[in-house]
């Protein structure tokens, strides 16, 4: 069965911080993938995503993701990290079945 | 994009009752999706609601617990039925076209 795990399930980082959270899924074949991020309080909203082309990925906010295929992984970065870039950081994958997969989230804590 | 309304946002339940959640879209879907996160847990998917047909659920999820409707392409509600504390968790329903989008989701607790 297809899975995504996340590497770090609480991360703590100070502002000005560099950010790179681990992605990895199981699945062989051509995959969509998504980073997803919730704030405090808010609705699930997307911060990048990979279909085909250029594997590394801008998002919104100045995130990128790099997709890796021989590593099967997909991690989320940051050069420098804001106080309002606490959250909680979901990776996905839509493989098989047209279903999209979720890792178990990681809880970023950003110190001011 | 969309727009994605669910009713309730949280409810606190008594075990062994029911609560149907709402869920209303700005714009006419094909398929709509029920997730479920718990605590600590990822996003699991419970059903896809077609319009027009019986939903389809995932593995480890059945309509007499967890029983959906789709009157129509824009609104879909789930009912968790009969619930113990273990069905506290948060509700999300969700559409899809290139990625998902989410609502603001239900957080329900059983007591």
């Known amino acids: 069965a297809q899975s995504v795990s996340q590497h770090n399930h609480h991360v703590i980082l100070s502002e000005a911080a560099s950010l790179e959270l681990g992605c990895n899924y199981s699945?062989?074949?051509?995959?969509?993938l998504f980073w997803y991020v919730q704030y405090p309080g808010q609705h699930l909203q997307l911060l990048l995503k990979?279909?085909?082309?250029?594997?590394l990925v801008k998002g919104i906010k100045g995130f990128e993701a790099e997709f890796i295929k021989s590593k099967f992984s997909f991690n989320l970065r940051k050069p420098s990290v804001q106080w309002s870039d606490t959250a909680e950081y979901f990776c996905?994958?839509?493989?098989?079945?047209?279903?999209?997969?979720f890792g178990k989230g990681t809880r970023l804590h950003i110190l001011p | 994009s969309a727009v994605i309304s669910q009713k309730p946002s949280r409810d606190i339940c008594q075990r062994g009752t029911s609560l149907t959640i709402q869920c209303q879209v700005d714009?006419?879907?094909?398929?709509m999706f029920w997730y479920r996160q718990q605590p600590g847990q990822s996003l699991t998917l419970i059903a896809t609601?077609?319009?027009?047909?019986?939903?389809?659920?995932e593995s480890g999820f059945v309509i007499d617990k967890f029983p959906i409707s789709r009157p129509n392409l824009t609104f879909s509600t789930l009912t968790v039925s009969n619930m113990s504390p273990e069905d506290s968790s948060i509700y999300l329903c969700?559409?899809?076209?290139?990625?998902?989008?989410f609502g603001q989701g239900t957080r329900l607790t059983v007591v």
């Open positions: 714009s006419q879907v094909t398929m």
């Open positions: 990979y279909f085909s082309g250029d594997p």
């Open positions: 996905a994958v839509r493989g098989r079945d047209d279903k999209i997969i």
């Open positions: 609601a077609n319009q027009g047909s019986e939903a389809t659920y």
């Open positions: 969700s559409v899809e076209w290139t990625e998902a989008f």
């Open positions: 699945y062989g074949g051509t995959v969509n």
